[in-house]
């Protein structure tokens, strides 16, 4: 089973639903879009987790991102992204801003590996979890 399998069972159960790259609310309503990368069998790279405009600041970023350090935590896959605001071309007074995606993402667990001044590299280690 891939990560992406493993995931769609546990959104759902935070009433949270995926579907080809897609995040649903429990009304159907398309909440964002998502996009993963496999590295290696143990790690994944999370490309893309955006929340559509009307969607945000309802927690669901959030819930989504604590969905999938969950599933790495039980499956043991490390997870690896590269912060970047939410529309990187056209960002609206309220968007997230690189800044504060970092704060997000230190707060989950992740940690920089690798920084420049144009990009960063974020990783997290799957935390042993007690079945």
Known sequence: ?????????SAS????????????DEHGNI???????????NEISINVISIY????????FNRFLDVI???????HIEL???????????????DMTVTKLKKIYINKGFVPEYADESISIFRRVAKIVDK
Do not use: W
Request: aromatic letters at 14%; a negative charge; glycine letters at 4%.
């Open 1 to 9: 089973m891939n990560f992406e399998d493993i995931l769609y069972e």
């Open 13 to 24: 159960y935070d009433h949270l639903f995926i579907n080809q790259d897609l995040i649903y």
């Open 31 to 41: 909440l964002g879009k998502y996009h993963f990368s496999d590295i290696s069998e």
């Open 53 to 60: 405009p009307e969607y945000r600041k309802q927690g669901y």
């Open 69 to 75: 350090c969950k599933v790495a935590d039980e499956h």
């Open 80 to 94: 690896e992204l590269i912060p970047l605001p939410i529309d990187i071309t056209d960002s609206p007074k309220g």
